[in-house]
Every structure is written in structure tokens, then in C-alpha cells.
């Protein structure tokens, strides 16, 4: 295969994507989750300084997000190892839902 066609097939496979603009966007997704996590990390310490209790709201959040990417990337790559990753996140979301919706009704 001469340069041309490497060319052709990569287009091809990102749909006439430039790979700059997709690596940027997935970096860019990368940031906004540990800006996004860092600040319900300081939302959920504050809480629980000012209000003596945990938002487990927050958590269950954090944790359904975590769970949806490993998921995605499971169905896509069908690596086992990102199942089982999900399948812990999805728990601990469970488990914080469960939390949140027993702080709720208090």
C-alpha cells in the first residue's frame, strides 16, 4: 500500500474525520470528567463538613457515569476485563442509589 491509500482507508474508517479533531474531542471528554469528578468531590466534602452527612446522590452519580464508559468500551472492544470493571461500578452505583434514595426519605 503506497501513502495515498493508507490515506483513503484511514478517511474511510473515521468516516472523513480528521484523527487531529477526534483525539482532541477524546481528550477534551477525558478533561471534562476529572474537572466534572473533582468538583462533586469538593461539593460532596463540603457537604459533609457543613451538613454532617454524605450526598450519596453525588456518588451515584459519579459511579453511573464510570459505569456507562465501561460499558460502551466493553460492547466496542469486548475485553473482559472492562466487564468486570463495570460490573463493579455498576454496584456501587446501586448501592449509592439505594443511599440516596434512603437519605431522601429520612
Keep these: 500500500m503506497n501513502r ?3 490515506l ?5 474508517e473515521n468516516h472523513g474525520q480528521d484523527i487531529a479533531n477526534l483525539e482532541v474531542a477524546r481528550s477534551s471528554i ?4 476529572i ?3 473533582c ?3 469538593v461539593v460532596a466534602v463540603t457537604e459533609a463538613i457543613k ?4 450526598n450519596s446522590g453525588i456518588f451515584f452519580a459519579v459511579m453511573a457515569g464510570c459505569s ?3 460499558i460502551r468500551k466493553y460492547l466496542k472492544l469486548h475485553k473482559k476485563h472492562e466487564l468486570y470493571i463495570s460490573i463493579v461500578y455498576v454496584i456501587a452505583a446501586a448501592a449509592f ?3 440516596w434514595i434512603l437519605q431522601l426519605t429520612k
Aim: hydrophobic share 55%; proline share 0%.
Design 51 to 54: 451538613y454532617d452527612r454524605m
Design 35 to 37: 474537572v466534572a469528578v
Design 39 to 41: 468538583l462533586l468531590a
Design 97 to 99: 442509589l439505594v443511599s
Design 68 to 70: 456507562a464508559i465501561f
Design 30 to 33: 477525558v478533561f471534562g470528567w
Design 4 to 6: 495515498e491509500e493508507i
Design 8 to 12: 483513503e482507508k484511514s478517511r474511510q
